[in-house]
């Protein structure tokens, strides 16, 4: 486990820069919402979270501009 409390901070302000809730991160990621929060708070999260998370978040990016 790693606690990267300025990696939460950096995933809060991308998620909420797509829009997503933390519900639909969760989806995307496969993870519970409260793992998402946690996580954002800077809680210990698995080591390979955040590069799921962003990827995700890159997945979702991609598709928003596919849309416009």
Do not use: W
Not at 3 to 15: S, T
Not at 46 to 58: G, K, N
């Amino acid at each position: 486990l790693i606690r990267d409390p300025a990696a939460g901070e950096a995933l809060r302000r991308a998620r909420e820069r797509f829009n997503l809730t933390q519900t639909e991160l969760a989806e995307e990621t496969g993870v519970s919402q409260m793992y998402i929060s946690l996580a954002e708070r800077g809680a210990p999260v698995r080591s390979d979270f955040y590069l799921l998370a962003f990827h995700a978040l890159t997945k979702v990016a991609e598709e928003q501009a596919c849309a416009k």
